[in-house]
């Protein structure tokens, strides 16, 4: 919206001398590093409190798929400023841009500026000081810190904010150096919705570049938010003024740098320069232009993107940020493949990507440099697989001589990659379009949706309708009290808030909301409760689901229990329907073994973190999801490769050990900021507000976690380890059981030891891998011993009723009934015999319901093993099939005799033709 006015001769370079003075003087050249030094000494010289970059994925913010400006981590503190732990603060912020509303992903390569991961620099207020202290620091920082010529500089403001307007002019700029927009460009929101907001005011730097469409390039951006608007859109002003700034480190370093575009900058630099040796070392042919081609920027920029990504928790899947992620991961693999690269190669890039960001400010690139390198080799060899084909499938669509003149790829061949060979749809999208071809991209969106709609069980329909209608509950401000944490509250007197009642035909489907709930549906990778209420008729209801159809709701899902003869669900309610309506009391029950199971192995999957970082003794280690149960627990974790037996028995071992020595539970309430700053484990798929939930173990576990748990963790004792697996790149589950259900498992396990030990004839356990293995060699020298009878037997001139005879076509055939006392193994043995000792004829060997077809093909060639058998099959029931000298069936009923062959199967000979 801004170039034309930036364009505009109000722009053009400023001649008085005072600005020409200002502009001889050398403006510093610093290093990313340096610069990111720089801003946070320069705002804490001014009273900034310094904080450390917030996670690229925002617990703390439910409205945002990542983290993708500076001001998210602080955006409680712009609603609530008096709350505030401080009043002003900076940061240098990582931020993503590759997913929900804010998405540069398919720009990346191909403009100067743009990039999936980036670094934002600021400083904020809440309530500390206003418009001329914000406009003062800013422009001190860029003269006198960074010494900027002024020259070079422009500013914009809003129309009408005649303050902004003399704040600059009193910082020395001249009327025409000064711009002023409309809202659209200059009025900051949080979105579309209510909200704090107000006018802000941008800094622009002449690039000089003339082969640029606009030449001005925006630096900074002075967010002054000092009006509220409502739900209709009006504007107050708000009792507490607050700034928000933004200025992007790679933009900045670039000015600093006296580069052409973002790319060019030191950490781009590092990193294609290290791709570029890469490719030299493996005998690929290396640009030398400085400006790196548009494979090069996108290599590099994404590379660096999924290093974050991973470094913050995310891993790649098929939804989500983890899907955002495979992206990623999958598109700097398409332009590492036009650049000639098609063996894995990423993880080689890592060292470069540490040499500039060595100065402490990511700790985790290093921390979790093992983790991070693992996932990527992992997804990167899986995909390159799926690059090949689906390029193949694509070329094939490009070499269609019926395509040529409309370049156009049918949507169903681009759903049918996406679909069949996990071929990303952006990818064919850039493909098709670099080879001038396009896509309908609403059919194959259509296609997509037809898909999901097809799959989609219909219970899992009515679930995602019924919970449309719960929602409806929050504009009622329906928000049950959960006192289930409390066990002493479990059983207790609630009142029914709301009722909703689903009728499907001949079934009705109850969901009701009580105050207070005792009753856990909060998720968090545990099961919900179940139990039952007593209406104040003593009518019992069983609880047989628990959801949260939006955030602080709680719905009961309830069935009745015992129906009267002949009485359906929708009788029983008009007879308690009085008693089951908002207003109404009832006494809730909850499950206790059901609650008491999932508690233990919720407080497991806590310790069993715990436990793989102490024996693995890495920090890197993420949750990836978990699933807790009353009788078992899954835990997925990320991690490179497949634990060793030893260390999943060392993990065992550790957590054995903490629950026998027995601890109490602590549960804190804490600002999300400082439970962080604590060292509190949060999980990176959850999203939290400003004040948390801690669970402690005090010495062994802390974590952030909404969940039920055990008050003493020596009730987890025993625990064990039932499996390890993989269930993606990069990504390991374990499976494991505490408690009394481990007590179970294990007295499972014993029953059948007994009957064993009996008989292998063995004295105890410690007896019977001996005995086992023994058993085994037997079996083996017996089965040795049949081999050599059956061969024996088979190579016999005779050994069963002499066949009889028959043709097929102009074939001699020869059927064969075998012992049923000689098994499969004999038959076919014997049909090898014969096939070579009687050439000439095609032989049938039948043994109750097994039927071989054999024959030799050098001297048999009209007719085939499989085709005799098949056209047998055509005139008695079985099926089967096989290769062209052998073939075997399986009869629907049984040769016993020769009477069987003489009425079943040389009748079905003949018909043959």
Not at 166 to 187: A, H, R, S, Y
Not at 523 to 548: A, C, F, H, K, Y
Not at 684 to 697: A, P
Not at 847 to 874: D, F, H, P, R, Y
Request: proline share 4%.
């Amino acid at each position: 919206m801004y170039q034309t006015r930036l364009l505009s001769n109000k722009w053009m370079r400023a001649s008085n001398s005072q600005l020409a003075v200002i502009h001889v003087r050398h403006m510093r050249q610093l290093t990313s590093p340096e610069l990111r030094s720089t801003f946070i000494k320069y705002f804490e010289k001014q009273g900034h409190t310094p904080v450390k970059s917030a996670s690229l994925v925002p617990h703390n913010d439910k409205s945002l798929l990542f983290t993708n400006a500076g001001m998210v981590p602080f955006k409680e503190h712009f609603l609530k400023p008096n709350a505030a732990p401080f009043q002003c603060a900076t940061s240098v912020q990582k931020c993503m841009r590759a997913g929900g509303k804010h998405n540069d992903l398919d720009n990346v390569g191909y403009t100067p500026r743009h990039h999936t991961f980036f670094e934002m620099l600021g400083n904020f207020s809440f309530g500390k000081y206003s418009k001329a202290e914000a406009i003062d620091y800013a422009w001190k920082f860029l003269l006198q810190e960074l010494k900027l010529p002024i020259s070079r500089l422009r500013v914009t403001v809003l129309e009408g904010d005649v303050e902004g307007y003399e704040l600059w002019k009193k910082q020395g700029l001249t009327d025409d150096m000064i711009v002023q927009c409309g809202p659209e460009d200059n009025f900051w929101t949080m979105g579309d919705g209510e909200g704090p907001c107000g006018s802000c005011t941008e800094i622009f730097w002449d690039t000089q570049d003339a082969s640029l469409d606009d030449p001005w390039l925006e630096i900074w951006n002075l967010v002054f938010m000092e009006k509220y608007r409502n739900t209709q859109g009006e504007l107050s002003d708000l009792p507490v003024p607050c700034i928000d700034t933004g200025m992007g480190l790679e933009r900045m370093a670039s000015v600093l740098q006296g580069k052409k575009n973002n790319f060019q900058i030191d950490q781009f630099e590092t990193l294609i320069a290290g791709l570029r040796e890469l490719m030299v070392a493996r005998g690929l042919k290396s640009s030398t232009d400085i400006d790196p081609s548009p494979h090069e920027k996108i290599v590099a920029d994404h590379f660096r993107a999924m290093c974050f990504l991973i470094g913050d928790g995310v891993v790649p899947s098929n939804v989500g940020r983890g899907y955002v992620l495979r992206r990623i991961i999958r598109r700097a693999l398409r332009s590492a493949k036009q650049l000639g690269l098609n063996e894995p190669f990423l993880t080689d890039l890592y060292p470069s990507l540490l040499t500039e960001f060595s100065d402490g400010f990511y700790p985790e690139l290093a921390s979790r440099a093992s983790s991070i390198r693992s996932i990527i080799d992992n997804e990167e060899t899986a995909f390159l697989a799926t690059l090949d084909r689906g390029m193949a499938l694509l070329e094939n669509v490009f070499n269609q001589s019926d395509l040529q003149a409309t370049k156009y790829i049918p949507p169903r061949v681009a759903f049918q990659l996406y679909n069949t060979y996990g071929f990303p749809f952006d990818l064919t999208l850039i493909i098709a379009r670099e080879r001038g071809w396009s896509v309908d991209i609403d059919a194959v969106e259509a296609l997509r949706e037809q898909q999901k709609i097809a799959g989609r069980e219909s219970w899992k329909t009515e679930s995602i309708a019924d919970k449309s209608r719960l929602s409806e509950w929050k504009h009622l401000n329906i928000k049950p009290q959960f006192t289930g944490y409390d066990h002493s509250l479990l059983h207790n007197e609630s009142e029914i808030l709301a009722v909703d009642t689903v009728k499907k035909g001949k079934t009705v489907q109850i969901n009701i909301a009580i105050d207070p709930c005792p009753f856990y549906g909060l998720g968090g990778g545990q099961v919900p409760d179940n139990g039952s209420i007593e209406l104040s008729n003593g009518s019992n209801w069983r609880v047989v689901d628990v959801t949260q159809p939006y955030e602080g709701g709680v719905a009961l899902k309830v069935v009745p229990i015992d129906l009267k003869p002949g009485q359906d669900i929708a009788q029983r309610l008009e007879s308690d329907r009085e008693y089951l309506q908002k207003g109404s009391l009832v006494r809730t029950e909850v499950d206790m073994n059901r609650r008491q199971g999932a508690e233990v192995h919720h407080t497991a999957t806590h310790l069993l973190n715990a436990g793989l970082r102490k024996v693995l003794k890495s920090q890197d280690i993420v949750q990836a999801g978990s699933t807790v149960e009353p009788n078992k627990l899954r835990f997925d974790f990320t991690y490179g490769k497949p634990l060793k037996q030893e260390e999943l028995d060392r993990i065992e071992e550790w957590v054995n050990d903490v629950a026998l020595h027995g601890g109490k539970t602590n549960v804190l309430h804490m600002k999300l900021t400082d439970a962080v700053n604590s060292g509190a484990i949060a999980v990176f798929s959850e999203k939290y507000g400003e004040t948390v939930r801690v669970v402690d173990v005090p010495g062994v576990s802390m974590e952030l976690c909404g969940g039920t748990h055990v008050d003493n963790v020596h009730k987890l004792y025993p625990f064990k380890i039932l499996n390890e697996t993989s269930v993606a790149a990069g990504t390991r589950r374990i499976e494991a059981i505490a408690g009394a259900s481990c007590i179970q498992w294990f007295r499972k396990a014993y029953e059948p030891i007994p009957k064993a030990l009996q008989l292998l004839r063995a004295n105890g356990t410690n007896e019977i891998i001996e005995k086992l293995e023994k058993s085994l060699q037997q079996t083996k020298d017996l089965q040795k011993r049949v081999d050599f009878m059956n061969e024996k037997l088979a190579t016999a001139g005779e050994v069963a009723v002499k066949p009889i005879s028959s043709r097929i076509k102009d074939i001699d055939v020869r059927i064969h009934l075998i012992d049923s006392d000689l098994d499969a193994n004999f038959m076919q043995k014997r049909a090898n015999v014969l096939k070579e000792s009687q050439s000439d004829v095609a032989h049938i060997l039948v043994n109750g319901n097994t039927i071989l077809v054999a024959l030799n093909g050098k001297q048999i060639k009209s007719e085939t093993a499989n085709s005799i058998l098949k056209q047998m099959l055509k005139h008695i029931k079985g099926g089967g099939g096989g290769q062209k000298e052998m073939a075997q069936g399986r009869l629907t009923e049984p040769v016993k005799n020769e009477t069987d062959i003489i009425n079943k199967l040389v009748p079905a000979l003949q018909k043959c033709l």
